[in-house]
């Protein structure tokens, strides 16, 4: 249920009714009330087949693995031209075997119409590119910070909107993972920028299990945490067990951190099946499991909030499930899923990450063999 219902107590006359089926009707009124306040109390999508449109230069997508709206409403998708397999690239063969295709650049910067506006990125001068794309945010300056997940991304860049190269946080490393060493980074995952503190935070990651956070004009690092804002430690757990004790620490990969409009801190760890909510000081406050039953690679890939003033919902993309549920934000009960496991418009093959534009339409990622970007329309508040 999305929350308390209330029955007219007038409903109907139960004065000649022994208390047993008062009881009983009663309680069937509820449900039915109830219930039908689950169904229509929240957010739902119809996916847009025609979003984007056909790339131009004879491209192609691989993997998409992040996604980011601008205070524009313009979609920025960080996509694997590594990840394309021959078959992929006829055209670019010598001699080309097929009339498509080329690898399109990591970085597509699309308009609401789907109509690619920009694109770049990739190894350059000064900088070190990650050898396995990931994640990919767009701050209120418009300014493009990049993560990576290859076995050797320590890092994180920044760029402007066109690509220049402004910073970088860490260095690509062989060193073993060390979560309590600040100077490198675990093969970071998800990021975003806090705008009024100048804080930037990375979920760390693949290697590292923790929250990171640092100044995003300087790169100093402030501060991190573990699960349960306890210091992170790199124990490995073993296979998760739906049925074993609450782990104490995180999994990795730590995939997506998120700050709501209230001043929460929300943390994914996937292969756990739960969010994690902290104080932007990283003080524990709650967690929602989500299908705690889903093994292999965990049910909370990423998340997106809802647009209404309060963040009411949670949209979580799940990879291993394929669905985007949709969780109620004050505690995390799910209330319906958007999608399913398939190659049709509207169905994932590995959903990687979500967003939201200032419509509440939004935009979903998927990697491994699902390759593509897609776009929901909201089409009920």
């Known amino acids: 249920m999305t929350g308390a219902c209330s029955l007219p107590g007038g409903a109907f006359a139960m004065s000649d009714l022994d208390k047993k089926t008062k009881a009983f009707l009663f309680l069937i009124v509820a449900l039915a009330v109830c219930g039908s306040a689950s169904a229509q109390d929240q957010p739902s999508y119809k996916v847009d087949a025609a979003w984007p449109k056909q790339l131009p230069n004879n491209w192609i997508m691989g993997q998409v693995s992040g996604i980011a709206v601008d205070r524009q409403d313009h ?6 031209p590594g990840s394309n397999v021959k078959d992929d690239l006829g055209a670019a063969q010598s001699p080309p075997v097929s009339q498509c295709c080329f690898a399109a650049p990591p970085v597509l910067e699309f308009d609401q119409a789907g109509n690619l506006m920009k694109s770049w990125g990739g190894p350059g001068s000064g900088y070190d590119w990650p050898t396995s794309e990931h994640s990919i945010f767009v701050d209120q300056k ?10 050797t991304d320590r890092q994180a860049l920044k ?4 690509g220049k190269f402004i910073a970088e946080i860490g260095h690509p490393s062989k060193a073993p993972m060390n979560s309590l060493d600040t100077t490198l980074l675990g093969r970071p995952a998800g990021i975003e920028v806090d705008e009024k503190a100048r804080e930037l935070y990375i979920a760390d990651g693949y290697g590292n299990r923790r929250v990171i956070v640092f100044d995003s004009d300087s790169g100093k690092f402030k501060r991190m945490w573990g699960a349960y804002g306890s210091m992170p430690v ?3 757990r073993g296979p998760y067990d739906p049925s074993a004790a609450t782990d104490r620490q995180f999994r990795t990969p730590l995939h997506c951190v998120h700050l709501s409009n209230d001043g929460l801190v929300y943390a994914c760890d996937r292969v756990n099946d739960r969010l994690q909510v902290f104080t932007k000081e990283g003080k524990f406050l709650k967690e929602f499991f989500l299908r705690k039953e889903t093994l292999g690679n965990g049910s909370v890939y990423d998340l997106a909030f809802s647009r209404d003033q309060d963040q009411k919902y949670l949209l979580v993309a799940d990879g291993e499930n394929n669905v985007i549920w949709t969780l109620r934000r004050s505690d995390g009960a799910v209330l319906g899923s958007t999608g399913h496991a398939g190659r049709n418009a509207g169905q ?3 959903v990687h990450e979500v967003v939201s534009d200032s419509k509440g339409n939004l935009y979903t990622g998927e990697v491994e063999t699902g390759r593509r970007v897609q776009k929901f329309m909201l089409t009920k508040r």
């Open 75 to 80: 979609v920025w998708v960080l996509q694997r």
């Open 142 to 151: 418009g300014n493009v910070w990049i993560t990576g997940n290859g076995a």
């Open 348 to 350: 994932f093959h590995h």
């Open 159 to 162: 760029f402007t909107n066109d």
């Open 234 to 236: 790199d124990t490995d």
